[in-house]
């Protein structure tokens, strides 16, 4: 009697443990055989590719206006701070007076002998010495920025593009001691009390990060043209270094053009026609 | 008198134990919040996720879409139900707050009562915070 009832009670236990077991295993099998739909990520229709972006500043066709409007459209657009912006006291009480070293610049206008400090030679066309320069992050093939990161925060996209995941970057500066063009700003204070009128397309940043151009990424991805592009009334053409038949290509073949510190190998893929 | 000790024991032990439920009986908790959806959103019926996977897990469809838009440039999603969607927190119609308009509404007051603090929002802005 006793000994039936035990034998009774493990095979009920048995059966009741391969319920147990069978309803997930179930569930897996029931959800794998109806789940065809699954989600896709994918590029905008209207995006633009390159194998490797670049841009070519015909410096001939800048003057003071054009370089004006250019650095407008990018900081604007990119709301990146401008120091002498007058702070609204009502939003930001008791703002710091700023520190014109910490400024942040995406795209600026700088004299030959410091962009070319290379080719100062001692007899330079008289010319040089007044053009103004336009200067911004080269892309470089080989990024030193890219290589000094810690957090891969810098990384190089596969078009060629160097680009910063503000996500990431932990203000370490290494970048900015790798970079020898001097291409990136730190934030060293909240940004947005210095922004006139903050752009919704594009995030600001925030105190602790390294920023700099992002050869309009953003733009790039609905087909449009970068914002320096559309400004410099011809100046700024940018395209792929890696197609002959590019417009890039084309212009660096017509004409005779320099890069910036080449001599230090990072392989800089912003050209100037002078 | 060794058995009322265990019982006497055994009833105090179950009161200990219950003691988070008698709390709960006796005093009265805030419910938690539910995030109200704006009128667009409501139009619109169909999200990313359906509801109950978007509440437990859009920290990391966020995460995912993030590194996907930044690394990859990977800014378009169909998702499982067919719909499309730009891949962006604040920007454009077709990103989450394109549909859901209202940031304080939607997003901070769980946040708030769940007392978690993401920073999206010390970079990303908010078209009514512009305003």
Redesign the interface.
Known sequence: MMEKSRRSFLKVAGIAAIGLGAAPAMNFAASDSHGTATAVKGKNHEALSAHRWGMVIDTNKLNEEVVESINHACHKAHNVPDFNHEVDEEKFPNTRPVNPNQDIKWIWEEHFKYAFPDKEDEFLAEKFKHLPFLVTCNHCKNAPCVKACPTQATFKREDGIVLMDFHRCIGCRFCMAACPYGSRSFNFRDPRPFIDEVVPEFPTRTKGVVEKCNLCAERLAIGEQPHCVEASEGAIVVGDLEDPESDVRVLLNENYSIRRKQALGTEPSVYYVV | MNKNTIIAGLVIFVAAVLSPIWFNMVTTTQAAPEPELSAKAKAAKKC?LDKFDMRANHMSLLDDW?D?V?????????????HEFN?SL???ENSCLGCHEDKEKFCDSCHTYASVTP?CW??????KE?K
Do not use: K, L, Q
Request: glycine share 8%; charged share 20%; net charge neutral.
């Open positions: 990313v993030r996907s930044v690394r990859d440039a990977d800014r378009m999603y169909t998702a499982a139900n067919g891949m604040s920007t454009g920073y010390e970079c990303h802005t908010t078209p512009i």
